[in-house]
């Protein structure tokens, strides 16, 4: 079973920055796209940012300039660096990666269990 840990939320004050972390363990054969998602009260979850096998990223426009996702495969780990954060990006935080759990499996999404972001003075 592969199992995802998050960590790095907090309060943080409007401009300041911080650094979420997820982690993968458990039985994985092969990690393909990692991501991550964020939940405001009331919102729908959306997708923040995306990188894939070789390293390509997407990003939602409200991010654009001020995010920068980035993995380590070596340890199985995706990271969100956010600068210059504002109130808006209030949220809950998710990460989320396509793993391929046993050989000649099926491609399985897995979810962490989510950090809170807050950003107020």
């Known amino acids: 079973q592969v199992q995802l840990v998050e960590s790095g939320g907090g309060l943080v004050q409007p401009g300041g920055s911080l650094r979420l972390s997820c982690a993968a363990s458990?039985?994985?054969?092969?990690?393909?796209?990692m991501a991550w998602y964020r939940q405001s009260p009331g919102e729908q979850r959306e997708s923040v940012a995306t990188?894939?096998?070789?390293?390509?990223?997407n990003y939602a426009d409200s991010v654009k300039g001020r995010f920068t996702i980035s993995r380590d495969n070596s340890k199985n780990t995706v990271y969100l660096r956010m600068n210059s954060l504002k109130p808006d990006d209030t949220a809950v935080y998710y990460c989320?990666?396509?793993?391929?759990?046993?050989?000649?499996?099926?491609?399985?999404?897995?979810w962490g269990q989510g950090t809170l972001v807050t950003v107020a003075s």
């Open positions: 990188i894939g096998t070789f390293g390509d990223t």
């Open positions: 989320n990666m396509i793993v391929r759990p046993v050989v000649g499996g099926p491609l399985t999404a897995i």
């Open positions: 458990g039985s994985i054969v092969s990690i393909y796209t």
